[in-house]
């Protein structure tokens, strides 16, 4: 049973960038999933969710507008688009489901390695 992120890399300010969460193990398609960021020196904190259907997403208020939570059940795949990209945005991000959550603030039982997005200045 496994959660993977993935896509991070080394982007210049003002670029946009993809994440993807998957999963292994377990049908994503039946969990809310939520992304977090962990910047340097910084304690982990909520971007959004979306919930198992992809019918609902919910972001922190700081976090809405330069952020999108999408799915694609088909393709087991949670999706975090991240735009205009600001080097505040360096950080660990990470992707955590859970079949009972329902927002970005409940508890996640499942949680991946996370992925490195580095911004250049």
């Known amino acids: 049973v496994q959660l993977q992120a993935s896509g991070g890399g080394v982007v210049e300010a003002g670029g946009s960038l993809r994440l993807s969460c998957t999963s292994s193990?377990?049908?994503?398609?039946?969990?809310?999933v939520a992304w977090f960021s962990q910047a340097p020196g910084n304690e982990r904190e909520p971007i959004g969710c979306i919930r198992s259907t992809g019918a609902y997403t919910s972001y922190k208020p700081s976090k809405q507008g330069r952020f999108t939570i999408s799915r694609d059940n088909a393709k087991g795949t949670v999706y975090l688009q991240i735009d205009s990209l600001k080097p505040e945005d360096t950080g660990v991000y990470y992707c955590?489901?859970?079949?009972?959550?329902?927002?970005?603030?409940?508890?996640?039982?499942?949680w991946g390695q996370g992925t490195l997005v580095t911004v250049s200045s």
């Open positions: 955590a489901a859970d079949v009972y959550a329902s927002t970005y603030g409940d508890l996640y039982d499942r």
């Open positions: 193990g377990f049908d994503l398609s039946f969990y809310t």
